[in-house]
């Protein structure tokens, strides 16, 4: 006689975990079929005679999964999640300010600009956090069986699901960094920021436990396009790891959506594939352990790591949002005073005034814009010089809606822009990234 039973499972995070989850219990006993579904962290098994649940809970701990013995504590859970986060910025800030204050604060911390050794460190924090959710779970689907059939094609089996990944974010980093020239051309580029924003604002989210399950689906495709690749593989097994491995760039986790929009606003496509193919090279350290490691138990990084982390995504992004909505609504507060971060000193005269115009002169280098907070008179013509040291960086671009200046490049030398200030009140401006930033006030 059938029967049908819910199981609680912990632990599940995307299509991928569905999919792992549904073979390890359809290779239990007495199961017939099962229905997995990440967002209610749940499993419908159809079965017949009894469920030996410890044999089940055993096989699902091996891949980090966990049946729990209690539905009713999402409440109190959550409640104790926003109050780590709390607590964990109040630490944060604390730090901040102190190191801050006697000069200790590295001054590169303050910038989000993704260089290929940035986009790689992010590419091995996302391989001990989200990836292991995505690209991890389908990793260990492949080479699970492997381990006693023919554990000598371990290596090859591998290399070659790495080669695919590594190439496929390598060919999509270019052909979406091309599109950058459209997002240029039609003036979208501070929408993609906005978006790179949120894309990571959701990552730290997702990592502090705090995104709401139905939201999680945004950061990964579904679980019918994981089936349909799983078999596609079936029909070509010799390429299956390629293909599988290529197909970790459309089942992506937030890490390298956030990688991937940035890429496209740099708008030169060889350098979009670069900072892909490094934030996948990132990522390949940790899929090895799991594609050659002895076991095949997934990778537990702890809630501290992902508590600590999480919180300073979600802080600096909230920033970084604050800063571009500030680009256009001035009257936001700023989200961190950069003029206390970076200390830099402001000139006694900033203004020369010769009776037809106003000239400002300001400095960009590694450290961002000097001054930050100028002054002009309303209603005269403003010629600001802008003097590039340094501008290969986030802070070697310059923004300031309200004075009609575009998103633009700096050059190195002297960069000019003119305008005319037709009303009293602030003129944010900002990188394209929003973290090096300043205002011009109107008197």
């Known amino acids: 006689m059938k029967k049908t039973t819910v199981l609680p499972i912990s632990g599940m995070h995307c299509a991928s975990c569905d999919i792992l989850v549904k073979k390890t219990l359809s290779q239990q006993k007495n199961i017939i079929s099962v229905v997995p579904d990440f967002v209610s962290q749940t499993a419908k098994v159809e079965y017949t005679g009894e469920l030996d649940t410890s044999a089940i809970n055993d096989a699902l701990c091996e891949y980090g999964y966990k049946i729990t013995n209690n539905e009713s504590t999402a409440k109190s859970n959550f409640s104790s999640k926003l109050l780590q986060f709390f607590s964990m910025t109040i630490i944060l800030s604390g730090i901040y300010f102190v190191m801050n204050d006697i000069g200790l604060w590295p001054k590169a911390i303050t910038s989000t600009h993704l260089t290929p050794f940035s986009a790689f460190v992010l590419g091995l924090i996302a391989s001990v956090s989200t990836c292991m959710a995505t690209s991890g779970a389908l ?177 600096v992004t909230l920033s970084q949002i604050l800063t571009l909505l500030r680009l256009y609504f001035p009257s936001i507060p700023d989200g961190i005073n950069q003029n206390f971060a970076l200390k830099t000193s402001i000139p006694k005269k900033q203004i020369n005034f010769d009776g037809k115009e106003q000239v400002l002169k300001m400095i960009v280098d590694e450290n961002g814009y000097s001054p930050q907070k100028l002054t002009v008179k309303v209603g005269s013509p403003v010629k600001w010089e802008i003097t590039g040291k340094n501008v290969y960086g986030c802070q070697g671009t310059i923004q300031a809606p309200k004075a009609g200046i575009k998103l633009t490049a700096l050059n190195p030398g002297i960069n000019i822009f003119e305008f005319t200030p037709a009303q009293k009140g602030k003129i944010p401006f900002a990188c394209s990234m929003g973290m090096f930033r300043g205002e011009i006030e109107v008197i």
């Open 139 to 315: 990793l260990y689907g492949l080479v699970g069986p492997l381990r006693k059939k023919r554990p000598q094609a371990l290596p090859t089996v591998t290399t070659m699901f790495l080669i695919g990944r590594v190439v496929a974010y390598g060919f999509f980093g270019f052909i979406f960094g091309s599109l950058g020239k459209l997002f240029v051309s039609l003036n979208l580029l501070n929408w993609l920021q906005f978006l790179i924003s949120i894309a990571l604002l959701f990552v730290g989210l997702n990592l502090l436990s705090l995104l709401p399950r139905r939201l999680t689906d945004l950061m990964s495709f579904s679980r019918h396009f994981v089936e349909k690749i799983e078999n596609i593989t079936l029909r070509w097994p010799r390429r299956a790891p390629l293909v599988l491995g290529a197909s970790t760039f459309f089942i992506a986790c937030g890490f390298t959506w956030a990688a991937l929009l940035y890429a496209i606003s740099t708008n030169d496509p060889f350098g979009s594939a670069i900072i892909m193919i490094a934030f996948a090279l990132g990522t390949v350290p940790m899929l090895i352990v799991i594609g050659l490691g002895s076991k095949s138990n997934r990778l537990n990084t702890g809630d501290v790591f992902n508590l600590l982390i999480g919180t300073i995504i979600v802080l």
